[in-house]
Each structure stands twice: as C-alpha cells, then as structure tokens.
Nanobody, 125 residues
Framework: QVQLVESGGGLVQPGGSLRLSCAAS????????IGWFRQAPGKEREGVSC????????FYVDSVKGRFTISRDNAKNTMYLQMNSLKPEDTGVFYC??????????????????WGQGTQVTVSS
C-alpha cells in the first residue's frame, strides 16, 4: 500500500523550531520530487517548499525563505522540513506529497500523485 506519513508537528512558541518528517512506504522516493504544502485555517492549501528527486533543486515560497530547509534521505525513504524562526502565520496543517522527478508547479500542488494525511503545526504564545 502506497503511503506517505507526516510527523513532527505540534505547538511551538513564535521564534521556535520544528522538524517535520515525511516517511514513504509501499514505494521508493528515489524517483519522486517531494513537496510540502500548508493549509492555514480558512485558506486554500499552498505549496511552501519542494525538493527534486535528485535533490539538485529546491524551491521555497518567499514567506519561508531563509527560515525553512527541505532535505531528503533516500536511504531512509524519508524527507524533512526543518522550520526555524516560526511565526504565527505559519500555523496550519502541513502535508507532504510526491510527484515524479520534478517539482513542477509546486505552489499549486498539481501533478502530485501521493499525499500524506497531514500534521498540525500551531505557532502561538
């Protein structure tokens, strides 16, 4: 069964850090780009970061540049999103998703074949 499972979310104070993980089962991530998407309360889902299958390309939405770092460990079939200097506006459900080889239009999420169930991130004092 093909599955992506996110973990690492939680409640953190502004300025704090979290590391999200996305573990794949039932398929290998080697040939897939992985994107992280965020859905804030009452808003549409948006792509925040993506890493290509080869890890040669990474993309970030402007609002997270310099604060978030995406990475992957193909040996563990897992990818990560390190989030530093978190802000209240980062609050939302974070999803990972897989797309063949390239990130494509990661902002929209179009063309992503597999999605996780999401993990809640809440940034609040």
């Amino acid at each position: 069964q093909v599955q992506l499972v996110e973990s690492g979310g939680g409640l953190v104070q502004p300025g704090g850090s979290l590391r999200l993980s996305c573990a794949a089962s039932g398929f290998t991530l080697d040939y897939y780009a992985i994107g992280w998407f965020r859905q804030a309360p009452g808003k549409e889902r948006e792509g925040v970061s993506c890493i290509s299958s080869s890890a040669s390309s990474t993309f970030y939405v402007d609002s997270v540049k310099g604060r978030f770092t995406i990475s992957r460990d193909n040996a563990k079939n897992t990818m990560y999103l390190q989030m530093n200097s978190l802000k209240p506006e980062d609050t939302g459900v974070f999803y990972c998703a897989a797309r063949h080889h390239t990130c494509g239009d990661f902002r929209s999420g179009r063309g992503y074949d597999y999605w996780g169930q999401g993990t809640q991130v809440t940034v609040s004092s």
